[in-house]
């Protein structure tokens, strides 16, 4: 029931931030998607997540079409799904995903049937919240609902992943495999990649020449409520930019509370709706220079993965990020995007983009080879996880 309260109140909150149109589109795909994955056949490998969100679409849509490239049968549900139980004798391998912290009767009785038939639990994350010692660094959570606070509170998905017959976990970057491996779990890092679908949908949209006003546009894409803190960490250095080059326009999408102090250029700032994600590329083609600001020694920030410079790389933008350790991972430094650690770095970084064009088109287009290679489900190549799920679906 508190799981249903708060996919409830995510509803709400969508339609109220978006207006009943926009927003009614938004959960109107979203529904397609999750009644969809009510329907299940038999395979090697099911992604059982929480919803039909992002984040279900980087770790459980996305892995299942990586695998299947590699020859693996998968299935994605979610769940809510009644039939969920059943599903022990279908498939060999089962990873959870942003399953909810409580431990529901379906969960419960699918997992009991798992360990019954000896077949193989993955717990699977792409952030910190399934351990409630990180909620002081979560800086939104006095803005999630109640039910949602006390989903937070008890960990997303920690009854699954302390139970000692899971020993397998899957995450997105190093840093959280890191964490995990202090509790004892083998962990194997499946990065987030670009669907196929996400593939021939910018490829389309770079058939169209980008908008010529004369203006550069520098794009903040921010996703979910936690990225407040994480835009003040740039707001001094675009403030300086912005005074000093007047052909400038900051172009803002996403659940972000605007700073006063940017208020003296809301001529040139552009604030773009939030749309499903067909649309939401057209959204990051708009922009000349893509920002990726990041609260650095946050956990939570840490463990955020290189998403934003996927999306943006793939559509040959230059992305300036912050200089932690996954996007220093992702990123070779002044060869395909820039790093920045303080202000004076990313007042250089995008002074040097701005003015020169040549620079931001060779950026751009050596980012793009990078996501074909290493960022696509389509190139995939992660060897040791393929490796991993072979030796559990192929025993006889």
Known sequence: MKGLLVKLGKISL??????????????????????????VGSGDVLFITGGVGDKAHYRAFGPAEELRHHGFKCSVTVEDNPNLPKYAGRFKVFVFHKVSSDRNKKNELLVNEIKKQKKEIIFDTDDLD?????????????????????????GIGAWLLSDPYVKTCTVSVAYLADKLREKGKKVIVVANKLSDRELELTDRIMESPKKDDGFIRIGYY???????????????????????????KLTLAGPLDMENELNEFRDRIEILPRVSRDKYYGNVYKCHINLVPLELGNPFCESKSEIKFMEAGILKIPTVAARNRTYSEAIEDGVDGFLAGSEEEWIDKLDRL???????????????????????????HNREYYDYITGLTRLP
């Open 14 to 39: 969508m339609i109220r931030r978006n207006g009943l149109c926009q927003g009614g589109k938004i959960v109107a795909e979203y529904l397609k998607i999750y009644f969809k994955a009510f329907f």
């Open 130 to 154: 399934f351990d409630p010692q990180y909620l002081s660094h979560m800086d939104y959570f006095s803005k999630i609902s109640q039910s949602e606070q006390e989903q937070f509170q008890k």
């Open 354 to 380: 701005i003015e020169d064009e040549n620079l931001r088109r060779s950026m751009g287009e050596k980012a793009r080879e990078k996501i074909l290679k290493d960022y696509t489900n389509k190139n995939s």
């Open 222 to 248: 921010s996703g979910t409520l936690s990225h407040n803190k994480d835009f003040a960490t740039v707001t001094s250095a675009l403030i300086f930019v912005m005074r000093k080059y007047q052909k400038v």
